[in-house]
Nanobody, 123 residues
Framework: QVQLVESGGGLVQAGGSLRLSCAAS????????MGWFRQAPGKEREFVAR????????YYADSVKGRFTISRDNAKNTVYLQMNSLKTEDTAVYYC????????????????WGQGTQVTVSS
């Protein structure tokens, strides 16, 4: 079992920044590939970013490329999502997820999920 707890969400103006954190406990975090997803009101959950277990590889959705950065600190069992130049369309509940089976963009590839943290970007 892995427990994931997101934090760092909030209300920010367009153009601003937020850093989300996802603290993990339980099964060995350092062997998990991690992802961030988001779900806006009335929309399906979508992939945002992912990071390999070692941190040496990352991948982003086109919509956030160049603005968001995913990173991890395996010593602290934490993965981060630095979000810069935020847009109103980034408003969503953001979820972190852990995968021990693969490294993809499909939420079905992820085994464990956090409860989500709300990010609201105002114009």
């Amino acid at each position: 079992q892995v427990q994931l707890v997101e934090s760092g969400g909030g209300l920010v103006q367009a153009g601003g920044s937020l850093r989300l954190s996802c603290a993990a406990s339980g099964r060995t975090f350092s062997t998990a590939n991690m992802g961030w997803f988001r779900q806006a009101p009335g929309k399906e959950r979508e992939f945002v970013a992912r990071i390999y277990w070692s941190g040496e590889r990352t991948y982003y959705a086109d919509s956030v490329k160049g603005r968001f950065t995913i990173s991890r600190d395996n010593a602290k069992n934490t993965v981060y999502l630095q979000m810069n130049s935020l847009k109103t369309e980034d408003t969503a509940v953001y979820y972190c997820a852990a995968s021990f089976r693969g490294w993809g963009t499909n939420e079905n590839e992820y085994d464990y999920w956090g409860q989500g943290t709300q990010v609201t970007v105002s114009s």
